[in-house]
């Protein structure tokens, strides 16, 4: 099993930033691929960016990218998401997620999630 703790959510500004993180625990040589999602309140959860636990690959949504960065640090089990140039539309509940390795392309592990709130 795979553990993942979201942090770093809160409320900024229209136009600033915010720096999430995801920590990873138990099997962590398990995961093939971590990625982020978030869901905003009457909306369907949205995929934003992901990034491979072993290699430097990355994936992103149209609507992450350019503001968002996805980034890893394997010597502490975590996966950041920086994000830039907030928008109120960005208020969501933001998730991470992690795929095991043979499981194909299905997140198995998720995380409770994060509070972001961006004001106008």
């Known amino acids: 099993q795979v553990q993942l703790v979201e942090s770093g959510g809160g409320l900024v500004q229209a136009g600033g930033s915010l720096r999430l993180s995801c920590a990873a625990s138990?099997?962590?040589?398990?995961?093939?691929?971590v990625g982020w999602f978030h869901q905003a309140p009457g909306k369907e959860r949205e995929f934003l960016a992901a990034?491979?636990?072993?290699?430097?690959?990355?994936a992103y949504s149209d609507s992450a990218k350019g503001r968002f960065t996805i980034s890893r640090d394997n010597a502490k089990n975590t996966v950041a998401l920086q994000m830039s140039r907030l928008k109120p539309e960005d208020t969501a509940l933001y998730y991470c997620?992690?795929?095991?390795?043979?499981?194909?392309?299905?997140?198995?592990?998720w995380g409770k999630g994060t509070l972001v709130t961006v004001s106008s």
């Open positions: 138990g099997r962590t040589f398990s995961i093939y691929r």
């Open positions: 997620a992690a795929i095991k390795v043979g499981a194909g392309l299905d997140y198995s592990y």
């Open positions: 990034i491979d636990w072993d290699n430097d690959n990355t």
